[in-house]
């Protein structure tokens, strides 16, 4: 059982960046495979970008790539999304997300969750 707590939102012009936090409760967050989704109004939950157990591994939707990095750090229980050249279509509800073994795209494949943070990108 892990408990996720997403924090970094916020307004930001386009072109701006922010850094998203997710802080994990629990001595076995190293075990989890982390994903970051994404949820704009009346637009199903997408997949943003997802981070294996040791960090060695990373996977972005294409509409981000070279634009967000996602990374972790075990000791901290944290894993991050570094949001640049922030676009308004970025604007979302961004939840942060835990699994066992690898990352996959599937929002369905993550039994834990945290309660989301709103990203508002202006134009």
């Known amino acids: 059982q892990v408990q996720l707590v997403e924090s970094g939102g916020g307004l930001v012009q386009a072109g701006g960046s922010l850094r998203l936090s997710c802080a994990a409760s629990g001595r076995t967050f190293s075990s989890y495979a982390m994903g970051w989704f994404r949820q704009a109004p009346g637009k199903e939950r997408e997949f943003v970008a997802g981070i294996s157990r040791s960090a060695l591994t990373t996977d972005y939707a294409d509409v981000v790539k070279g634009r967000f990095t996602i990374s972790r750090d075990n000791a901290k229980n944290t894993v991050y999304l570094q949001m640049n050249s922030l676009k308004p279509e970025d604007t979302a509800i961004y939840y942060c997300?835990?699994?066992?073994?690898?990352?996959?795209?599937?929002?369905?494949?993550?039994?834990?969750w945290g309660q989301g943070t709103q990203v508002t990108v202006s134009s």
């Open positions: 997300a835990a699994k066992s073994y690898i990352v996959v795209r599937d929002a369905s494949e993550y039994p834990y």
